[in-house]
Structures are given as structure tokens and as C-alpha cells.
Nanobody, 120 residues
């Protein structure tokens, strides 16, 4: 199975920054895309940012200009740089990866999530 391990969450003041990391491991042939989702209490899970293996990115409108997603393909790792954080960014941030495993089967894996709290 493909496992995802996240790090970098925590408590930050409004206007501050955090950098999230997510590393994929296991039997991986290729990763087509990696991304970050978030879920706040009482709200549906939403896509925050996504990046494909060739570098194409997508962002939620609410984070455009503030967040930046990047990827180290050699390390199967994705990063989310979060700047100018707002209280409404408070959520559990969950890493996602999709691709082909070592047997040529599709995989779609999720991490455990890391808490981001933006509060003064």
C-alpha cells in the first residue's frame, strides 16, 4: 500500500505562515498528482491545492495568491507553503496522492491529516 505522512501543522497567528509537507512511500510506480484538502468543523472537505507530475497546479479561489504548492518528484513529496493565514484557514489539512502502484494498479491514498489553527 501507499502511505502518506504529513508534517508541519500547528498554531499560528493571523498573517503568519506555515509550511506543510507530505511524503509518499510504499510500492509506487508513478504518482500522477498530489494535493492538499482541508476540512473544518461543520464543513465539507474541500480541495486546497493540487499539483500534477508535470507541474500543473490548481488552487481553491480562497487561497490563490496566499498558498503555493510544490513537489519534489524524486522524493515523492509535496509541500504547501501557506502565507497570510486567516482564521478561516483553520482546518485539518489532509494530503492526497494518486497514481500507479508497483503492480500497475491505480491507487488513491490519504494521510491522517494535520491540524492547522489560525488564532490570535
Amino acid at each position: 500500500q501507499v502511505q502518506l505522512v504529513e508534517s508541519g501543522g500547528g498554531l499560528v497567528q493571523p498573517g503568519g505562515s506555515l509550511r506543510l509537507s507530505c511524503a509518499a512511500s510504499g510500492s509506487i510506480f508513478s504518482i500522477v498528482a498530489m494535493g492538499w484538502y482541508r476540512q473544518a468543523p461543520g464543513k465539507q472537505r474541500e480541495l486546497v491545492a493540487r499539483i500534477t507530475s508535470n507541474g500543473r497546479t490548481n488552487y481553491a479561489d480562497s487561497v490563490k495568491g496566499r498558498f503555493a504548492i510544490s513537489r519534489d518528484n524524486a522524493k515523492n513529496t509535496v509541500y504547501l507553503q501557506m502565507n497570510s493565514l486567516k482564521p478561516e484557514d483553520t482546518a485539518v489539512y489532509i494530503c492526497n496522492a494518486a497514481g500507479l502502484d508497483g503492480l500497475g494498479s491505480d491507487f488513491n491514498s490519504w494521510g491522517q491529516g494535520t491540524q492547522v489553527t489560525v488564532s490570535s
